[in-house]
């Protein structure tokens, strides 16, 4: 196995190299456990870009 892993959006399953079609996928992750929380990665990454300072759009309005 090539050790990258892959979290399916559409089947939400992790999954190794040969899967579903990559713009289907999240990935790659170094391990199984790590793509497993793909969806929770995101959520977090969300949340920190969303609380940026340099990036926060509602600053333009002033």
Do not use: I
């Amino acid at each position: 196995m090539s050790g990258q892993w892959y979290f399916c959006l559409v089947h939400h399953t992790v999954e190794p190299e040969e899967g579903c079609k990559a713009s289907d996928r999240l990935g790659p992750y170094g391990s199984e456990a790590e793509a497993s929380r793909a969806l929770e990665k995101v959520e977090e990454r969300n949340e920190e870009w969303d609380n940026d300072p340099n990036w926060n759009d509602d600053a333009l309005e002033d």
